[in-house]
């Protein structure tokens, strides 16, 4: 069982900037390594969607939702185990709860599909004003 945990949510401007982080419970590099890992979001009364995801290691593969291409990067550190969401110009429609998720690849990519993530953090909520 890996346990994720999220952090760095909270308020930003129309325009502004956030940081998420999420760390891994993994045994070891070698364990957290090869796998899928990254961020979805999720607005009341809709599906999770994919934001951004990292193949974990030195692959370092990145795959990101078109809505946030060229705003948001994702980045990880192995030896911490953690994977970051780093987030630019910030728009409304970007409020929603963000999930830290971690799985297998599926073939020799990552799935942006949230029902492919076996593990998945608590959450924690951006909010982004205008």
């Known amino acids: 069982q890996v346990e994720l945990v999220e952090s760095g949510g909270g308020s930003a401007q129309d325009g502004g900037s956030l940081t998420l982080s999420c760390v891994g419970s993994?045994?070891?590099?070698?364990?957290?390594?090869?796998?899928?890992m990254g961020w979805f979001r999720q607005i009341p009364g809709k599906e999770r969607e994919g934001v951004a995801i990292?193949?974990?290691?030195?692959?370092?593969?990145?795959y990101y939702g078109d809505s946030v291409k060229g705003r948001f990067t994702i980045s990880q550190d192995i030896a911490k185990k953690t994977v970051f969401l780093q987030m630019n110009n910030l728009e409304p429609g970007d409020t929603a709860m963000f999930y830290c998720?971690?799985?297998?690849?599926?073939?020799?990519?990552?799935?942006?599909?949230?029902?492919?993530?076996?593990?998945w953090g608590q959450g924690t909520q951006v909010t982004v004003s205008s």
């Open positions: 993994f045994y070891s590099e070698m364990t957290y390594s090869r796998r899928c």
């Open positions: 998720a971690a799985t297998k690849p599926v073939g020799n990519r990552c799935s942006f599909r949230s029902d492919d993530y076996f593990y």
């Open positions: 990292v193949w974990t290691g030195r692959t370092g593969t990145t």
